[in-house]
Every structure is written in C-alpha cells, then in structure tokens.
C-alpha cells in the first residue's frame, strides 16, 4: 500500500467519551476524513477542562479530527445536519439510544435522503430490537449485565470491575468493523447501510473461558482470582516477583516441561503430582507454591527473561508508570511523546491497526472547540460568511 | 445490503486458541468463506476434546468454516500452503513468533507468490519490530505487560486479572479492522498487505481511564476496586442488592438529580457535600454509603428498573448462568441456543457486527477434524484421489 486504506472516506462523527470516539480515531488514522460534531459546550469529555482525568482520553481519542461545533436542539443545526449527511460517507453516534431520532436524524431519516450513507451506531444494548434497547448504559454497567463482574475478584471478594474500559473499546473496535465491512460492500453495491452495534454483544464472546468452565462443569463457579475458572490449568496465575508480580500461564505439557527447566528443576516434569495438566490441576496449591517459592527470589525482569529464553509465557505485571513508558511499545512507534497543555508531557497511543509497509498518519494535536466550523460548512455546505454570522448568532453553531 | 458484506472473500485461516479463530469467526459471519487449517492432532483447543472448558469456545469461534488439516512438518504440506496462498484472498495465523517464517510461509514469502494477497498476523507483541517481538505472549499475559493487572482489584489485594480475555478478543477485532481495510484498499489499487496487530497495543487505549487519573494526579494511583481509578466520579461502583450487586455511574450533573428522584430523596441533590461531582468525590465514602442503603433494600431487578426509568445508568452483576440466558440477547438473536456432543445445550452468540436491515448467516455446528481436506484440495488444487492418498499415507494431510 502507499496510501492508507480509507484515504478518500469522509465520516461525520457524533461520537462521546471513548466507544465512538475510538471509532473515528481508528478511521481516521486509516485515513479517513473525519469530523468531529460536538455541542456548543464540548463533548462530555472536553467539557471536563484540560486538566482533569478525562483530558488524556480526550487529547488521544480525537487527534486528527476537524472539530466543529452544531447545537442539534437548534433546527437550523438540524438542517446542517441533513445536508452534511448527504455529503459524507459515515456517520457514526453513540447518543443514549432514540436521541438522534427524536431530532430527526434517525438511520432511517438520513438513509432515506442519502442511501449510500453508513450510519453507524453503537449502544449498550444494541439500538434495534429486544426489552433492554431503550437502557442507558457505560463501561461500567456493561462489565456488570455481560457476567464480567461476578467472576473478576478474589473468591472471598466483592465482584469486581476491570479499570480496562473494554467494553467501551472492543465496541468502538466492532464499530469500525462493520463500517469498513460496509464500505467494501457499497463499493460494489452503491448502497449504504445502518450498523447496529450492542456492547453487551461485543462483551459476551470475552467470557468464552468462564462459560466453558461453567458448562464443563456444570453449576456456577466461585470467582477465582487470577487462576483459571475451572481451575483446569496450571501453571497460571500472578506469581510474587521481589519487586513486584509477574504472570505465568503454560497451556501445554511442552510449556510445563519448559518451565521446569528454567527454574532448573527439570526433575519436576515427572514428579506424579505434576506430569500433566490434570494432576497439576489437581494439585494446583502445591504448584502455585511451587512456582511462587521460584520467582520470590528474583525480579520481573529475570523472571521474565528467563522464562521467555526457555519458551515459557512469562510477562511482567507493568504499573501504569511503567506502561506509559514502554521501552518496546515506543520502538514500535505505537505510543509517541506529546506535550499537553494541561497534563505535561504525556504517551499518546498511535492506532493498533498496523500494515507492515504503511506508517499510520502522525498525530497532530486535538483541535480547539470549534475550530473547523467555519471551514467544514463552507466546504460542504457553500456557506457564506453572512449565513455563518446569522447561525452565530441564533447559537445554531 | 442483500447480501452479506464480505461475499465472495476467500480465507486461509491458521488461527489458534480465542484471537485468529475470533477473527475468522467474524469474517465467516460477514459472509466470507473461511478454511480452518489445523494440525493433524487438531488446533490447541479442539486437541482438549469435546467435554473439556475448552470445547464451549472452540464450537462457537469455529462455526461456519471448512476445516482442513495440514501437516505443516511435511514439505508436501507446505507445498499445498504455497499454492492455496495464490488462490486465497486472506491468511489468517497467530502462531507464536516466527513460526511461519521458519517453515518458509512468512508474509514476505508468501506475498511474493501473491501480491494480492492480505495477510493478517496477531502476536502478542507485533511481529514487525522493537525489542519485545519474539516473546509469547496470551491473554493472561498481556493483561500483566499492559498494565491491566496493576489496577484491577482491591486496594489492599493483589493485582487480578479479568476472566474477560478481552486482550485477545480486541485483538482479533482488530485483526478483522486491518483485513477489511485491506480489502477495501485491495479493490482500488489491486494490491494485497501485511497486517501487524499486537496485543500490547490494543489493550493499551483500553486504559484511558486508568493512565487519565495518574496524569492528571502526578503519582502513581492504588487500586481503586470498582471505583474510578482517581475517585472523580460518584457514585460510580458497585454497590449491594438484596439478591447480589448492580453497577451504578453518574457521569453528569443531571444523572445525580436523575438519581437522588429514583430513591426519593431529591434534596440530596442540593445537599453541600454532594451538590456537584467535587463534593461527591471528596465525600465518596458517604455518598456510597447512602447509596448502599438504598440499593440493599432491593433486588437488582427492581433497582436497575427503577434506575433506568429515571435516566439513571445501572445494570444488574449478572451471574454467568444469567448471561447466558439473558432475555435481552436471545429476543436480539445474539444467543442462539445448541446441542453440543459434549455438553449438552448450550447459548452460541452470533457476530457483534450487525446491520440492520440483514441477518447473519445461520450458525451452522463446527466441523470434525479434517472434514473437508479432500473437497478443498480438490476443488483449489484439483488433486487426484491417488494423489490424496499419498498425501494421506506421508501424514502430509
């Protein structure tokens, strides 16, 4: 490729805080034309300031967007609305579901006035059909009704959440999904489509490992901690490092007998207790303590070091400090330094989707409220100056 | 849309576990015709058997594909690969690090034979480059490296993970982004790619939150169990009900009103110490507190309906045996119910990725082991059946 792969696609993008946002970050760094439609007040996430702990999110997720401002409770807003949409190639929102419809701008009422449009849409639930799809939902509430909750923690423990906002990203990525799968359909069809995506769907396959575990065995299983739900592999679990934890999994008979030899015990192989998965599973405290009695004598790095040189599946438990510093992450080119207005220098993530042969565009910094408005209608729209003062002036932009 | 957007793709798929197989599953949904290439002994899940925690994901991620195996120890083997790689339009594999490279089938080597061809790698570092990109890595593990671990538990617990394997599920997700984007491209320029996809990186934006608080505070944070990472938001947790716990967040002003006329207490809402989301914060435990005493008095059904009748965002901690059965995911058809060899009835979800004026194929049940070797060798390479015996008796196939 010498070009990126959506160069040519523009996308008006309603999205808020992270799962449409990411949606048209990951557009735009494919290169698409994204514009970002906010209120006269800001998304929720800038309208939080740019020193808050939203700023970071907001700064990464809407690099690389023309930001313009349209105030949708103003009919002259609405008409824009309309109008772009028969100019663009994708919309995508994730108001709380019927938001769009009640002003208008509904799948339907936009198709209707420009079917190769793409409207994208993603909700808790899914906007389409079923008793929840009028349910507000978050990241939070979504890690609560998919089951993720009632098995993260330890088995004496509250349930618990994950602070990874999943449910909010692999929906964003889902998003994308089916807006460049519709995209290659209406190269050959000329017509668009409404994608429909649900949070609690995109969830759901996550738990594959906790819904066998629980079908194997037949009645719910207590939370587990770190280890496997059904206990049925071993080694795997956060082990003690002297400076911190690491985990270790070995999902076949070759890793265990791996790990054995790192730990120089290669006797241990074939002691009874431990010469398959299933008597390690059996015997998984005297393993655990085993593998912890090891790695509390060394640090991260050695434990890791050692276990990846003998094909074990080693990783360290990495602090958020230590993560935004990632020695191989910035070699990679996959977070870049930025100095933020409100934050200091910070890590910006550059989009995971990545072709050997195609660096991504170079991020540039989000733009201010606002500032492409003027730009985008006269662009779009044909706009005069004297039209763009009047819907100033009636807060319509 | 009249038919299903990836119609017509063809794709070799050597995905292991839960990140490739997930990618193929989606292509397969999208309409794309997907061969699963396994081993002689079957992929690492279906080789645990069919009453196994293992089988519930290996029957769901590899419905609707045709499944061959090859031997790909045997040069006869990689052979037919090479050929297959000129008739296909997408490979998929996440094998560990330079596994294909070492037997000769790389993207370099293969995409000299095919310029047309995508190929698609997930790895849980990048293949590409940077100091990490021969390490295994899986979902535990790269829950460990990405910082995930360090913030999820309680302040005075260990590190956890999430039972959610959601760094290999956003991978593969991300793995279908990069194929399609591809193929989009592809149909402009002719010309086919390499996709890098690492799991590190796509875990990472998952953490906005998380890296936020710690930029926005200047210090490294504890972890904060279900609450928010920099204690911004309340209410914003888990909180208990009479039969469980439901999730509840206030994000906006109007959600705290919204909230404190769902228990009939609207005073609270003009109370000093919880008038605006500062005061909140500062007064997290009372504000919990209260709404604990509310929650308690309830069952989560009666607490998440109240919620969401007054725009208040709450969810129920759904068990997994809840999940899946829940109502709302079988009326959107995103559960469809099974007979399964090993376990018996059993919820299949159907793709994340929905429009809304098509349905998905029928889940049709996953293949035996080599099911379909002869009809896709003939039919690709028109091989004889003398010449399939052969293949058969070097163990080749």
Not at 57 to 68: D, G, M, R, V, Y
Request: glycine share 8%; proline share 6%.
């Amino acid at each position: 490729m010498n070009k990126q792969p959506l160069d040519g696609v523009t996308v008006l993008d309603f999205g808020q805080v992270y799962n449409g946002p990411y949606c048209g970050f990951l557009l735009a760094q494919s290169g698409a034309r994204v514009i970002k439609v906010e209120s006269l007040q800001g998304e929720t996430l800038r309208a939080r300031g740019d020193s808050s702990p939203a700023s970071y999110p907001f700064a990464n997720l809407n690099t690389n967007k023309e930001c313009i401002t349209l105030n949708i409770k103003k009919q002259d807003a609405r008409e824009i609305i309309k109008k772009l949409a028969t100019k663009v190639d994708v919309l995508i929102q994730n108001f709380a579901p019927g938001t769009m419809e009640k002003f208008g701008l509904g799948p339907e009422q936009l198709r209707k006035l420009n079917p190769r449009l793409i409207y994208a849409m993603s909700t808790g639930y899914g906007a389409s059909d079923g008793p929840y799809k009028d349910y507000l939902g978050m990241d939070l509430t979504l890690q609560a009704m998919s089951g993720t909750m009632s098995v993260t923690g330890e088995e004496d423990g509250p349930p618990l959440k994950t602070p990874a906002a999943f449910a909010d990203f692999i929906a964003g990525t889902h998003l994308y999904s089916g807006i460049v799968s519709a995209l290659y359909a209406r190269a050959q069809t000329g017509e668009g489509t409404a994608i429909d995506i649900s949070m609690q769907d995109c969830v759901f396959p996550t738990l594959a490992t906790a819904i066998g575990s629980y079908y194997f065995k037949g009645e719910p299983l207590p939370r587990a901690g770190s280890r496997h739900p059904a206990k049925a592999l071993s080694p795997y679990n956060v082990y003690e490092a002297q400076d911190g934890h690491v985990a270790i999994i070995c999902i076949r008979e070759g890793h265990w007998r791996n790990f054995c030899a790192a730990i120089d015990q290669p006797e241990l192989a074939d002691n009874p207790d431990f010469k398959n998965m299933q008597t390690r599973s059996k015997n998984i405290d005297k393993v655990d303590d085993l593998v912890n009695a090891w790695t509390k004598q060394y640090s991260r790095q050695e434990i890791t070091s050692r276990c990846q040189q003998h094909g074990v599946i080693c990783a360290p438990v990495q602090t958020i400090p230590e993560t935004v510093e990632d020695p191989h992450m910035i070699a990679r080119g996959s977070l870049q330094k930025f100095d933020h207005s409100g934050l200091g220098e910070i890590s910006l993530f550059q989009t995971p989707i990545r072709f050997t042969n195609l660096e991504p565009p170079t991020i540039k910094p989000v733009e201010q409220l606002g500032q492409s408005t003027q730009k985008v209608l006269r662009e779009f729209l044909e706009l005069t100056e004297d039209e763009l003062m009047s819907l100033r002036k009636t807060e319509a932009i």
